[in-house]
């Protein structure tokens, strides 16, 4: 996995058939300045990007995020129903997990190894080349659920 700089993406792009555009070079740097693992929505970035006074369309931010996922640049987690949020793919990048309330989306980031070597073994079983094996747990949070009592 490289350590994307805005030339090895250029290059990337490049050997893919697509151009480094101001845009992508935005998105890119502006995940490289969040913290490892954090996570953005595309409605997110849109917000930030707008914030610091850089617009950028959300269409735009949606097909970039998507095209930098499949190149293995982002990872792209679904979190809550219908909320993809994406983070950069680090190259020491260590597989985890998220638990997701369904009523709040509090979100917990989770290692665990033996998700992993399942995947890998089961990919492996049925002749795939395992890219990345994420879990995601849908649960009620101990908050939502005092809430819920009567």
């Not at 996995?1 to 890119?28: F, N």
């Not at 089961?122 to 080349?129: C, E, V």
Request: with cysteine; aromatic share 6%.
């Amino acid at each position: 996995m490289v350590s994307y700089t805005p030339a090895a993406l250029k290059a990337e792009l490049h050997d893919r058939g697509w151009r480094m555009t101001p845009q992508r070079e935005t998105i890119l740097k502006t995940f490289q300045n969040l913290p490892e693992g954090q996570h953005l929505s595309a409605e997110a970035l849109c917000d930030l990007l707008k914030s610091d006074g850089t617009p950028i369309g959300l269409s735009t931010i949606y097909r970039n995020l998507k095209l930098m996922s499949r190149l293995g640049i982002f990872l792209e987690l679904e979190l809550a129903e219908d909320q993809k949020r994406y983070e950069i793919k680090q190259p020491s990048h260590s597989h985890h997990h998220q638990m997701v309330c369904v009523r709040c989306n509090k979100t917990i980031v989770f290692k665990d190894d033996s998700v992993l070597k399942s995947g890998a073994q089961t990919a492996m079983n049925a002749g795939y080349q395992l890219l990345d094996c994420q879990l995601s747990i849908r649960a009620v949070c101990p908050t939502c659920q005092r809430a819920a009592l009567p």
